[in-house]
């Protein structure tokens, strides 16, 4: 299932959003060990609808932001805490209107699919020395579609589904005009790309994808799919 949110406020956003977004997701969530211990199974987008400035984004007419999840529990648990709490205490963001979307159902085969925030990928070669930081790969490289199909059988198996068969690989049509999008989450700097991607297998796969996203940190607002 899918939350759509809509956002408002007369303040300029800073571009360091995120954090913003995770604790607000998090609050509303309320704490759940499970939840927090593997593989995030939930996604978030970026804001959308803004206009990029000096120093942070303008929603005049409001923002967007979705938040996707397998089942119904966590999408309905979200919607009450809002009910009472919907200010994000940050930037003066205030929720002013929530929808539910239900998640489509796919044929089995190959779907592609758009991105509502970064793809985010992290590799640590074996031969990396002991505290060495993770590579960011980009669409292109040999190794991405590799590891955005690992994540998300590595998802599907912590669901309990069946992972055979499902694939995960950047649109090869478009990876010539992909845009990478460098961000930082707190005080680590990311690199993420804006390209389609093809998610391959059973319409129950494809569902999943939709709504747990694809490659890392989907629980900090990468990977969301649309």
Request: aromatic share 8%; proline share 6%.
């Amino acid at each position: 299932m899918r939350l759509h949110v809509y956002l408002e406020t007369d303040r300029l956003v800073p571009f360091d959003y995120l954090p913003a977004l995770v604790g607000a997701f998090n609050r509303w969530a309320g704490h759940d060990a499970a939840r927090h211990d593997g593989l995030s199974l939930y996604s978030l987008s970026w804001l959308h609808g803004g206009r990029a400035g000096q120093g942070g984004v303008r929603f005049a007419e409001g923002a967007h932001w979705f938040i996707s999840a397998p089942g119904q529990e966590l999408v309905h648990r979200l919607v009450s805490s809002i009910v009472r709490e919907p200010d994000l205490d940050f930037a003066g963001l205030r929720v002013r209107d929530v929808r539910l979307q239900a998640t489509p159902e796919f044929a089995a085969g190959e779907q592609p699919f758009r991105v509502g925030s970064p793809v985010f990928i992290k590799h640590l070669p074996p031969e990396a020395k002991l505290g060495a930081p993770a590579d960011h790969l980009l669409p292109g490289h040999p190794l991405a579609d590799e590891l955005l199909t690992a994540t998300l059988r590595r998802k599907l198996r912590q669901a309990g589904l069946d992972d055979a068969g499902t694939a995960v690989r950047f649109d090869p049509a478009l990876i010539a005009t992909a845009k990478t999008k460098l961000f930082r989450y707190k005080q680590v700097q990311c690199r993420g790309s804006i390209c389609p991607v093809l998610v391959s297998g059973s319409g129950e796969q494809i569902a999943f994808a939709w709504e747990v996203g694809v490659g890392d940190s989907t629980g900090i607002g990468c990977g969301a799919l649309v």
